[in-house]
């Protein structure tokens, strides 16, 4: 699926989770780091709190560093 669509929020956090379980904390905390910036783009402010909570239990520095969503245009 990233082959096609790198920026495919669900299968980057897929990715993550399946980084995660195989110990591979960098990579994980890498590709949750490319959902976030797609979740804060668009403004899902409660996806972000989620997807940051789940990074800083592997990296705080990394979690603390993720710019809160934009507000969605209404």
């Known amino acids: 699926v990233l082959e096609q669509d790198p920026n495919h929020r669900p299968a980057l956090e897929k990715l993550g989770e399946a980084y ?3 110990g591979r904390v960098a990579d994980a905390v890498a590709s949750w780091l490319r959902a976030a910036e797609l979740i804060r783009a668009t403004g899902d402010a409660k996806a972000l709190a989620i997807l940051r909570d789940r990074i800083a239990t ?3 520095a ?6 809160d969503a934009k507000p969605s245009a209404a």
Do not use: Q
């Open 20 to 22: 995660v379980d195989e």
């Open 62 to 67: 990394a979690a603390a560093r993720i710019a």
């Open 58 to 60: 592997l990296d705080p």
